[in-house]
């Protein structure tokens, strides 16, 4: 089933043409990368999805109201004066859910030590697995990620990625964009292109590969230092 | 309902860890007392009247006669000058920082959220009335009153400080906005008090009509009671009328 899909959107800013006639579809379950360079147009497709903008031509669905949504954008909006508890505490109180719901939130991001200190104390680090425990709290059907793992220590990106993945398995469909091209091939389903406002390619990372007569995977230094460390999240 | 109470309680928190706004609060009503039990209208009046040669005896003669009642004093320039700015940085920086954008997302309706950042203020601001009340050593019926008009007062600046709020861009511009206009709030029924024209002139704004139900307490002047209020509810009617324009207009849009 699909969650998320454009079709022929275009998006504007004054002169500067954002979107030019992108079309795709995510589907249920999947993990969904959407890579380009900075400015390639990838936040504004997150906030046309998330009904954050409006498109110029074309149509955006998302088969989900936004209280089913889970958001990760570049700018946190992270209560700074409050802990990292009380901070979910907000939206656990909007959400109506269980103090223990958000208490599991902040073990499966590495934060339960970290409860009760201020969100200004906490490292950048430390502040997106936080925001990325907001995200999740409600359950969300589909998870939106813009950069999730932009300016991470490998073995926090690396517990990220587990992260989402375990969140994919539960059923979630995860929109998640990136500028690392080896993040979006360890980790997505399927993944766009997106070069200048304009969809390049699209399709499975192997199928991608293939097509362009590449090699799919290779040890990185990634993963060596995880293999080295031995390191999960924490 | 939910979502009114989950934005209190951030709120409330929130100003809690924030010195800078908290000590607005307690500022005012801590000068007060202060100047009340420690200074007094009449050691104040020694030492001005000392400067009198230099400027002209009548001038103090008639500065002695209007001299203000302290405590109300101060809750009129709290009620005008502090709550303004508080607002309109809460909201702006709300924005600024995307937090709001993250409270919408998740289902909270700007209404809801203004709601919730207005009653914090409204309830703080209650607290300070009351420190007021107390230093002031009000009881019974003049009680009622001073809370009357203090908590019309704070409402009006909460309304005055959410359009602000939701006009700025960011909390720098939203603090340029409000100072001037919670400067002329707060520090006009203090001018008032020495100049007729200047306290003709203010006679339409609420933060004066809180001096002038002050002196009906303090002092027992003539002004019925029914046309201060009167004014300062079309104050606040005026305002939320400006309110509902910006808000229309402008929305609480963060992107």
Redo the contacts between chains.
């Keep these: 089933m699909i969650s998320a899909s454009m079709k022929n959107v275009s998006k504007s800013f004054g002169a500067n043409h954002v979107l030019k006639d992108v079309s795709f579809e995510t589907h249920n379950g999947e993990i969904f990368g959407m890579l380009g360079p900075s400015g390639a147009g990838k936040t504004t497709i997150i906030?046309i999805l998330?009904k954050?903008?409006e498109v110029d031509s074309g149509e955006a669905y998302t088969s989900v109201g936004?209280?089913e949504?889970g958001?990760m954008?570049e700018?946190?909006?992270?209560?700074?004066?409050?802990s990292c508890l009380?901070n979910l505490?907000?939206?656990e109180?909007?959400?109506?859910i269980p103090r223990s719901r958000t208490l599991e939130a902040l073990e499966k991001v590495g934060l339960t030590d970290a409860k009760k200190t201020?969100v200004e104390k906490l490292s950048k680090g430390m502040r997106q697995r936080l925001v990325l425990a907001?995200a999740v709290l409600?359950a969300p059907k589909v998870l939106f990620l813009d950069e999730p793992t932009s300016a991470l220590d490998p073995m926090t990106a690396r517990g990220i990625h587990e992260l989402i993945r375990e969140l994919r398995d539960a059923g979630s469909t995860v929109f998640l964009t990136t500028h690392n091209m080896e993040e979006a091939t360890h980790l997505c389903d399927r993944v766009v292109l997106l070069h200048k406002g304009t969809i390049i390619e699209q399709g499975a990372p192997e199928e991608i590969c293939q097509r362009h007569n590449s090699v799919k995977t290779m040890m990185d230094l990634e993963s060596v230092f995880v293999k080295l460390t031995g390191g999960g999240l924490e | 309902m939910r979502a009114v109470k989950a934005v209190f309680k951030k709120q409330f928190k929130s100003s809690v860890q924030n010195p800078e706004m908290l000590i607005q609060f307690l500022i005012f009503p801590f000068m007060a007392f202060m100047m009340t039990r420690f200074v007094g209208t009449d050691a104040m009046m020694d030492d001005i009247l000392y400067f009198a040669p230099y400027i002209g005896q009548d001038f103090f003669d008639a500065m002695a006669a209007n001299m203000p009642n302290l405590v109300t004093m101060m809750a009129g320039m709290f009620a005008g000058m502090a709550l303004i700015p508080a607002v309109a940085g809460i909201i702006a920086e709300d924005k600024e920082k995307t937090s709001l954008r993250f409270l919408i997302m998740a289902g909270v309706k700007p209404s809801a959220y203004l709601v919730g950042v207005g009653s914090v203020i409204l309830f703080v601001s209650a607290l300070t009335s009351l420190a007021f009340a107390f230093v002031g050593e009000f009881r019974g019926m003049d009680f009622a009153i001073f809370m009357g008009a203090m908590l019309s007062g704070v409402t009006a600046s909460i309304v005055l400080g959410a359009a602000i709020g939701i006009i700025s861009k960011g909390q720098q511009s939203a603090t340029a906005l409000a100072m001037p206009i919670a400067m002329v709030l707060g520090f006009g029924p203090m001018m008032a008090q020495f100049n007729d024209n200047v306290a003709r002139a203010l006679n339409i704004f609420y933060s004066q009509q809180i001096n002038i139900i002050a002196d009906y307490i303090t002092i027992g002047t003539d002004t019925p009671l029914w046309q201060s209020f009167a004014i300062m509810w079309a104050n606040i009617l005026v305002l939320a009328i400006l309110f509902a324009i910006v808000y229309a207009k402008k929305g609480l849009t963060t992107s």
Aim: net charge negative; aromatic share 10%; no cysteine.
């Design positions: 906030n998330t954050q903008l936004s209280n949504i958001l954008l700018h946190d909006g992270l209560f700074n004066r409050l009380d505490i907000v939206f109180d909007i959400y109506g201020v907001r409600h």
